[in-house]
Antibody, heavy 120, light 111 residues
């Protein structure tokens, strides 16, 4: 099972870009079949799946967030990233990266999560 | 958009006793490929969620057999045969027909 670790700033100012990285160990990020996801957990609203990037680089985003953010993959560093431009307080959440090798086990490995607060 | 509901939202349980959580979806979770992509996840305080059950009733690797899932179509249930102290936390059902969507969660604590 792969291990995942999120990294990035804990505090982002409103209107700036939130950038997070998920480092993968235990397997190559480009090995076949893996879905690499981002999920966030708002203090009150619960869990929200953001999107995934497939091992072949294709992406799929939550329709409610589509067009607002970008997930990318860096095979040389064995990591994938999330960028959310023009953040607001509504983007304050714990952000998790997760992975799964099959659609029915899409979120089978999780990182520990990182809290991102949007505040001036 | 599919809406997921869970009952109860809070469940005080007695150690050693069974517990049950219901999850309902606003439309059928049977995919065109014939599979039903309904999963259960458990989140302990201060921890990330972890996958317990996938495709209604399949226990993920390492999950104790006191956890079981059942259901079909729009109605699903997670059962814990004998609650242990480590089972406290929040349980989420999640559907993945098109993309993952979580239920609101059920908080389980010890009486």
């Amino acid at each position: 099972q792969v291990q995942l670790q999120e990294s990035g700033p804990g505090l982002v100012k409103p209107s700036q870009t939130l950038s997070l990285t998920c480092s993968v160990s235990g397997d190559s990020i480009s090995s076949g079949g893996y879905y690499w996801s981002w999920i966030r957990q708002h203090p009150v609203k619960g869990l929200e799946w953001i999107g995934y990037i497939y091992y072949d680089g294709s992406t799929y985003y939550n329709p409610s967030l589509r067009g607002r953010l970008t997930i990318s993959i860096d095979t040389s560093e064995n990591q994938f990233s999330l960028k959310v431009p023009s953040v607001s307080a509504a983007d304050t959440a714990v952000y998790y990266c997760a992975s799964g090798q099959y659609w029915d086990q899409l979120l089978s490995s999780w990182g520990q999560g990182t809290l991102v607060t949007v505040s001036s | 958009e599919i809406v997921m509901t869970q009952t109860p939202l809070s469940s005080p349980v007695t150690l050693g006793q069974p517990a049950s959580i219901s999850c309902k979806s606003s439309q059928s979770l049977v995919h065109s490929d014939g599979n039903t992509y309904l999963s259960w996840l458990h989140q302990r305080p201060g921890q990330p969620p972890r996958l317990l059950i996938y495709k209604i009733s399949n226990r993920f690797s390492g999950v104790p057999d006191r956890f079981s899932g059942s259901g079909a179509g729009t109605d699903f249930t997670l059962k814990i045969s004998r609650v242990e102290a480590e089972d406290v936390g929040i349980y989420y059902c999640m559907q993945a027909i098109e993309f993952p969507l979580f239920g609101p969660g059920t908080k389980v604590d010890i009486k």
